[in-house]
C-alpha cells in the first residue's frame, strides 16, 4: 500500500473513530458538531488533524510488524458474548485463535489491574465458553508488545488459586441475573 493510500485510510478510520464515540458515549465534545448536517466526505476528512494521521499510519506499520504472526488464524472482531447484555452490551476487541485480545493505546506503558479485570471480565461474559476462550492477550501498540496468558493460570494467579473460570461465570452470571 503506498503511503498516500495508507495515510488516506488512516483519516478515513480517524472520522470513524468520532462516530463511534458519539455512539459509545453519552456526552462527548465532537468535532462532528462544528460540521452543517449535510457535510461531504472530504469536509469530514479534514477533521483529522495531520499528525494523527501520522500517528495512525505508524501504529498500524507497528502492529503489521508485531502481530503478523496472528494474521493467518481465525478471527473475530468485537465479539459479544451471552452476558453482554446483562452489563450494557460490552463487547470486547478481538478474538485470535483463541485467545481474547484488548487493544491499548496510551501513554502508559504497563497494564494496571481495572485493565486486566476488565478483560477477565469478558471472559466470563462468555458465560457457556461459547468462543473456547483459553488465552487472555493485550496488544500494548505504543511499545509495541504483544503478550498473553493461558486463561486458568491467570484465574489462578488473580484468584490465589481459589477460582475457576467455570466457578467465576456461574457467579457473575447469578449475580447479574438477581440485579
Known amino acids: 500500500m503506498s503511503i498516500n493510500a495508507e495515510a488516506e485510510l ?3 478510520c480517524y472520522v470513524l473513530a468520532i462516530y463511534e464515540s458519539l455512539f459509545r458515549a453519552a456526552i462527548v465534545n465532537s468535532p462532528l458538531y462544528d460540521l452543517r448536517y449535510d457535510a461531504s466526505a472530504n469536509e469530514q476528512l479534514a477533521l483529522a488533524p495531520p499528525a494523527a494521521v501520522a500517528d495512525l499510519v505508524s501504529l498500524c506499520g507497528a502492529a503489521v510488524i508485531e502481530l503478523s504472526q496472528q494474521f493467518d488464524k481465525p478471527m473475530i472482531a468485537n465479539p459479544t458474548f451471552l452476558g ?3 452489563v450494557g452490551g460490552a463487547d470486547a476487541d478481538l478474538i485470535v485463535d483463541n485467545c481474547l485480545i484488548d487493544i491499548k493505546t496510551t501513554k502508559s506503558r504497563s497494564l494496571d489491574r481495572e485493565t486486566a479485570y476488565q478483560l ?9 465458553n461459547e468462543y473456547h476462550i483459553e ?4 496488544y500494548m501498540s505504543r511499545i509495541p508488545a504483544f503478550i498473553s496468558w493461558p486463561v486458568d493460570d491467570a484465574i489462578a ?3 490465589n ?11 457473575l452470571k447469578s449475580f447479574l441475573s438477581s440485579l
Do not use: I
Open 10 to 12: 488512516a483519516r478515513y
Open 84 to 86: 453482554s447484555n446483562d
Open 120 to 128: 477477565v471480565g469478558y471472559l466470563l461474559l462468555d458465560y457457556k
Open 135 to 138: 488465552r487472555l492477550g493485550f
Open 157 to 159: 494467579v488473580m484468584s
Open 161 to 171: 488459586g481459589l477460582e475457576t473460570v467455570s466457578s467465576l461465570r456461574e457467579s
